[in-house]
């Protein structure tokens, strides 16, 4: 007894605990230390792109009136005309467009695969909507761009077949997946004691979908909606490939038009830094950053009321 009361009240013992405590402490105090500069510094990054963006995109306003900039159609960078409201009415439509098509079918397909698809089938379902999210842009772009201009000029009869119908069914491919994947998550994340209620007061399987799940999901299949018009709005190189790229409002669904997007990569590259032109463009980007980061507050809203 003797032995083993002097082998816990042994100094080295207690010195050994210290340590290990010490030591323990000091990683949790630096792994803590970590994150928060690891937080600060991204912060500190977006920081400094909205600064960037909109200091630089502000000077347009050293030569162009904020109406003119904001509420007249004439791009005309050679003589010096700077509207950019068929770029803004251009990006509006296609993205209203793309969502008026995308959002039914999406959220179709969200719940196909969690209220009626059999397991085998689930299991196939999500993976593959998985991997349609990480295809490349540019290879919508390109399959659009060969085969469905092709298609849609010999069906309507235009001349060349890029322009706004184009754009929104390469646009409609590529946010089906998001808006599915995460409507799906939504829908799944329904508690099953609301179904099973619905079913034991004779409510039919539409009944159930349409009156307890589409209600109980709705912040999550708004936030998978906001998500794809975020990356409808902010999508470039698939955009550019198929719209047609001409600064004109579209007189029909196979007109040539051009977006935010596709006019800034179009015309960045050879305008110099310290140009009107040059500045123009980065208030568009900065416009898009706006835009951008309102919808990220949106969500975020919707996500603390119950999502």
């Known amino acids: 007894m003797g032995k083993l009361e002097n082998e816990v009240l042994s100094p080295h013992l207690f010195s050994n605990r210290n340590f290990k405590y010490m030591t323990r402490y000091f990683n949790n105090r630096l792994f803590k230390l970590f994150c928060l500069l690891s937080v600060l510094f991204l912060g500190l990054v977006l920081l400094s792109i909205i600064i960037f963006i909109g200091r630089t995109g502000l000077l347009v306003f050293k030569d162009v009136s904020f109406k003119e900039f904001f509420f007249t159609k004439t791009w005309e960078p050679y003589d010096n005309k700077f509207g950019i409201a068929t770029f803004i009415l251009g990006t509006l439509e296609l993205t209203g467009l793309t969502l008026l098509l995308a959002a039914p079918i999406s959220i179709g397909i969200a719940v196909f695969t969690a209220e009626i698809a059999p397991n085998w089938l689930k299991r196939i379902l999500r993976p593959v909507l998985d991997l349609l999210v990480g295809i490349p842009s540019i290879v919508y772009g390109y399959l659009g761009l060969t085969i469905l201009i092709p298609v849609i000029r010999k069906i309507t009869g235009a001349p060349v077949g890029d322009g706004l119908l184009a754009a929104a069914i390469v646009l409609i491919i590529?946010?089906?997946?998001?808006?599915?994947?995460?409507?799906?998550d939504a829908i799944s994340s329904v508690p099953q004691e609301l179904k099973e209620a619905s079913y034991a007061l004779g409510g039919t399987r539409m009944q159930t979908i349409f009156k307890v799940i589409f209600p109980a999901a709705a912040p999550g299949i708004f936030t998978a909606v906001i998500l794809g018009m975020a990356r409808a709005i902010g999508e470039t190189m698939a955009v550019v490939m198929v719209i047609g790229n001409t600064p004109q409002l579209a007189s029909n669904l196979w007109t040539p038009t051009a977006v935010l997007t596709s006019n800034i990569v179009n015309q960045i590259i050879d305008v110099e830094f310290d140009s009107t032109w040059n500045y123009a463009l980065y208030m568009m980007a900065f416009l898009l950053l706006?835009?951008?980061?309102?919808?990220?507050?949106?969500?975020r809203k919707l996500r603390t009321k119950g999502v």
């Open 290 to 299: 706006l835009i951008s980061n309102l919808l990220i507050v949106i969500i």
């Open 174 to 184: 590529m946010v089906l997946p998001t808006i599915s994947s995460i409507s799906d």
